[in-house]
């Protein structure tokens, strides 16, 4: 099994800073085949990015997904309010696993 | 609008069985795989079980194969998830998801149904 970490664990930040979130694999993740969610409080996840690097339909284009391999990026150019959220990685090229998750919240 | 709607929460005690629903709506239902995730404080998101409405072709994680049923009906556009024998360790929240039809992104989320077990 791909074993997913990410980090740092939590991320604090002011809005219109710059956020950067790694997840590394425990081995090479299959034809790029990582996505990144959002969870909101009391919220279903909802798909960032696929691919690596391809952004879901009405993702804003200040999220943008990077990396191959065994390690990927997600960065938020300049964060906004309704950005502070928990983000999740997920590897689909050998059967399907999710990473621990990155907490990014006010400063 | 395309859209995934869940059943409601569950209380439930250990031994008894549980059937939760998940009826999609704005897409074609038969062409993409749906399956259902759960997520617990202690273990996060995982991935429970695929299925293909059009011939109910499943897959399950290997975590969970022999604990649920993953099952749907296609005249009605609902994927199912069930229990014959509910354990308190299956006290979690559970979603319901569309598979891209180009890898297993989940694209479409449903809004969720907590299930708690006591025991």
């Known amino acids: 099994e791909i074993v997913l970490t990410q980090s740092p664990g939590s991320l604090s930040l002011s809005p219109g800073e710059r956020a950067t979130l790694s997840c590394r694999a425990s081995q090479t993740v299959g034809t790029d085949y990582l996505a990144w969610y959002q969870q909101k409080p009391g919220q279903a996840p909802r798909l960032l990015i696929y691919g690596a690097s391809t952004r879901a339909t009405g993702i804003p284009d200040r999220f943008s997904g990077s990396g191959s391999g065994t390690d990927f990026t997600l960065t938020i150019s300049r964060l906004e309010p309704e950005d502070f959220a928990v983000y999740y990685c997920q590897q689909y090229g050998t059967s399907f696993t999710f990473g621990p998750g990155t907490k990014v919240d006010f400063k | 609008e395309v859209q995934l709607v869940q059943s409601g929460a569950e209380v439930k005690k250990a031994g008894e069985s549980l059937k939760i629903s998940c009826k999609g709506s704005?897409?074609?239902?038969?062409?993409?795989?749906i399956g259902w995730v759960r997520q617990t404080p202690g273990k996060g998101l995982e991935r429970v079980a695929i299925i293909y409405p059009d011939d109910s072709d499943t897959r399950y994680s290997p975590s969970f194969q022999g604990q649920v049923t993953i099952s749907a009906d296609k005249s009605i556009s609902t994927a199912y998830l069930q229990w014959s024998s509910l354990k308190a360790s299956d006290t979690a929240m559970y979603y319901c998801?569309?598979?891209?039809?180009?890898?297993?992104?989940?694209?479409?989320w449903g809004q969720g149904t907590m299930v708690t077990v006591s025991s």
């Open positions: 704005g897409y074609s239902f038969t062409r993409y795989w």
């Open positions: 998801a569309r598979v891209r039809p180009d890898g297993d992104a989940l694209d479409i």
